[in-house]
């Protein structure tokens, strides 16, 4: 149901908020209600909102996501849905953020404390100190000559190990590496 409302482009600033990706056919019947300048378009409706883009990630003073759809389209412009309940506060000096992990895809990304699967468990970090330790467990991930130094029988389950450490405590990756 499309609404007549315009949320202003200010209620977005210093947002976190993840879209999941959605086929055309959830917007054909809906009109746009705002264009950006940088060619995005959205469209409100009663439960949330949804946007056509071709860029993702940070936007202005806000971080918008967008999780693909399975397997990912190939269209350069993405449509993504968010309900208005996911929208979530974002500043750089409260520790907001906490990393998940999907070990089998070998990728990280970062969450909101907000999230309803927050279980209290990952470390809550500023946005800084998150895209740091997302930056290091891309490297264990990405290089293997880190491991050279250790004796281990399954590369994976040391990266699992460190990587753990690094979600789960305080300790800098530096010190996890000499503990091993």
């Avoid at 949330?48 to 996501?65: D, E, F, P, V």
């Avoid at 974002?90 to 907001?96: I, K």
């Avoid at 467990?137 to 029988?153: E, G, H």
Wanted: hydrophobic share 30%; aromatic share 16%; glycine share 2%.
């Amino acid at each position: 149901m499309e609404i007549s409302f315009r949320p202003s482009p200010k209620s977005f600033k210093n947002t976190f908020c993840v879209f999941q990706e959605v086929l055309p056919d959830e917007i054909k019947d809906l009109k746009v209600q705002y264009d950006s300048k940088s060619g995005s378009q959205y469209f409100y409706t009663q439960a949330g909102m949804y946007r056509l883009s071709n860029h993702w990630g940070r936007l202005a003073n806000s971080k918008w996501r967008l999780e693909p759809l399975e397997p990912e389209t190939e269209s350069k412009f993405k449509i993504g849905y968010a309900s208005w309940d996911s929208f979530y506060p974002d500043n750089a000096e409260e520790e907001l953020y906490y990393i998940e992990v999907n070990y089998i895809k070998k990728m990280v990304n970062y969450q909101h404390k907000n999230n309803p699967n927050y279980d209290s468990k990952p470390i809550l970090r500023t946005s800084f100190e998150t895209a740091k330790k997302i930056k290091q467990i891309r490297n264990l991930f990405a290089l293997t000559s880190w491991a050279k130094y250790y004796d281990y029988t399954d590369i994976e389950d040391l990266r699992k190990v460190i990587i753990e450490q690094l979600i789960y405590t305080n300790k800098a990756l530096e010190e996890i590496k000499r503990e091993l």
